[in-house]
């Protein structure tokens, strides 16, 4: 499982995720993230098809690269420890 994080330094909301996203992945070593700015990414946002969805968001892929889910705003620390360890193996 991978998750692509989206956000934008203008965005209050990434960086509120930001913090909440390190604690994660330092408790999850084993994690693989990978982060695209907004505005400065514009191929890759355009890959994941993001337009006009609220910032920040998250697109969970499996180990075959395929999207199983999305999620936007600000989701708590416990809701995403729970999503990415019930996916661990997807």
Known sequence: MKVIKIGAVWCPGCLVMRARWKKIEKENPWLKT??????????????????????????????????FLRLHGEPSKKELVRIILENRDK
């Open 34 to 67: 990978e982060y695209f700015d907004y505005d400065a990414d514009q191929e890759k946002i355009a890959e994941f098809e993001i337009k006009g969805e609220k910032l920040p968001v998250f697109i969970f892929l499996s180990k075959d690269k395929k999207e």
